[in-house]
């Protein structure tokens, strides 16, 4: 079984107008693209700023699977493959791209059991261009 999701400007701009309807008071989104931050950004914060910064994508990711219905589905083996689409042609480093923001809220999601490496293997990074439509999508291939 195949599972896709897709993180992009629209579900960012849907995700945008929940997050302000529960947070009435806040006035700066804190998710600034589809694609989650390289750890040269991230490693750069403060840790508290860090922290909340996880738990923004984390929750990010949680609302996403609610949306698509892939909550509890408590895969114990798959291959997972992130492909980011960037919207420009600069020197991307992949391996840079943190998927743990992600991975943390695919497990409280329960879309996987856990996250190690007897749950999830391979876990492929892959990096792609796409101006128009720069995204994230995670492809997940359950194995039986």
């Not at 698509?68 to 895969?75: D, F, S, V």
Request: hydrophobic share 35%; aromatic share 16%.
């Amino acid at each position: 079984m195949q599972y896709i999701i897709t993180f992009d400007k629209n579900i960012l701009d849907e995700y945008k107008q929940y997050y302000f309807k529960i947070h009435p008071n806040r006035k700066k989104f804190p998710i600034k693209s589809p694609i989650h931050p390289s750890i040269n950004e991230w490693f750069i914060m403060k840790r508290p700023q860090m922290n909340q910064y996880k738990q923004h994508w984390k929750d990010f990711t949680m609302w996403v699977v609610k949306k698509l219905g892939y909550e509890n589905l408590n895969i114990d083996k798959a291959t997972v493959t992130y492909k980011y689409y960037f919207d420009n042609k600069r020197r991307q480093d992949v391996d840079n791209r943190i998927c743990k923001f992600v991975n943390d809220g695919l497990i409280e999601s329960k879309v996987f059991v856990d996250d190690c490496y007897q749950h999830i293997n391979p876990m492929i990074l892959w990096g792609g261009y796409d101006k128009d439509n720069p995204r994230m999508e995670i492809i997940i291939e359950t194995i039986e």
